[in-house]
């Protein structure tokens, strides 16, 4: 059994690393936090470098790596810098139905310029009256002729309002519950649809969450992903895929709170001695190294099946589960320990546990995922 990392994928951590460290300038994340703006040049230089959609295959722009490329260098992006890490992580968010369900003209059209940076994506799962239960859909989308007309409005939409697509999961067929909804992919320039603010958030201020309206917008018929009828099974097969992304999210997350608050103990004094050797510090220095090596585990072993096909919800929803816990627990612990100095903008622990806790909220809660935990293991 092998747990090291490839020559390759470790090339590839070390890149990300060092743009990390290049780009992600302190002072610009306070400042884009402040002014809730997306980090739009580091985004276009990200895809320049070829880190936003790695995973597409070399012919949609990516470079054609798996899952645990993917996770590394949303790891190390997060670990630098909790915000502008997690805002390039979902600039392709959900563009994964795309590249596995869509047609190839759907493809190209869609996927080269997100992974160009000429496109950012979003996914229009959720909805107001429905939360986490996807098998109910509101939003409709009618044939007619050649076209689809869809009606409805979603809520909490990462992108909403920079998105340049939408990958809405519609009701095409009322009478059929979840086996009547699809997946339709919407230019965000169509007539018809309307984004509303949600107000302010706790943390993940660079990213936009928003409300999309659907006002009989027309879409054209091939814009269907996939087969109609299906949209709400490709829905869960993407999150088997997307958990994992938000797991590493989460450890980078914790990583990044771990380093600031060990950089501080052992330099701060008190009492006549460092912080760190005080025994009460070192327990809660080992509690957290320990919940973040486990979390990388899990996520590393969940990234690894799901690029061996050996696609395993279980697994999926057990990495997302604990690496967001260990994320808010981990950045919890790190403003403890920084004490005052802690709660304050400057020393960054206090914003990379806002922006941890969003981590066990979505992409399905963390009760979700114990749901799909358990119905694995009782053979539900």
Known sequence: MDFELTKAQKDIQKAAREFAKGEFDKELALELEEKHEYPTHIWQRACEEGFIGLHYPEEYGGSGYGAIENALVVEE??????????????????????????SEEQKKRYLIPTAEGKAISGGAFTEPDHGSDITTMNTTAVRDGAEWVMNGVKT????????????????????????????????????????????QKMGLRMIPTGEVAFKNVRVPAENLVG??????????????????????????TAQGAFDRALAYVKGRRQFGKRIADFQVTQHKLADMATKLELARLITYKAAWNYDQGRVEPKLSSMAKYYASRAAVEVANEAIQL????????????????????ITEIYEGTTEIQKNTIASALIGK
């Open 156 to 199: 909490f939409i990462t992108n909403a309002g920079i998105a340049h697509y939408y990958i809405v999961l519609c009701q095409t067929v009322p009478s059929a519950g979840h086996k009547g909804q699809s997946m339709i992919v919407v230019d965000a320039s169509a007539p018809g649809i309307e984004i509303a603010s949600v107000g």
């Open 77 to 102: 992006f997060c670990r630098r810098d909790s915000g502008i890490g997690a805002a390039l992580l979902t600039a392709d968010f959900a563009s994964e139905n795309i590249l596995h369900f869509g």
């Open 338 to 357: 920084l004490g005052g100095y802690g709660y304050m903008t400057e020393f960054e622990v206090e914003r990379f546990y806002r922006d941890a806790r």
């Open 227 to 252: 087969k109609e009828g299906r949209g709400f099974y490709q829905v869960l097969q993407f999150f088997d895929e997307s958990r994992i992304e938000i797991a590493a999210q989460s450890l980078g």
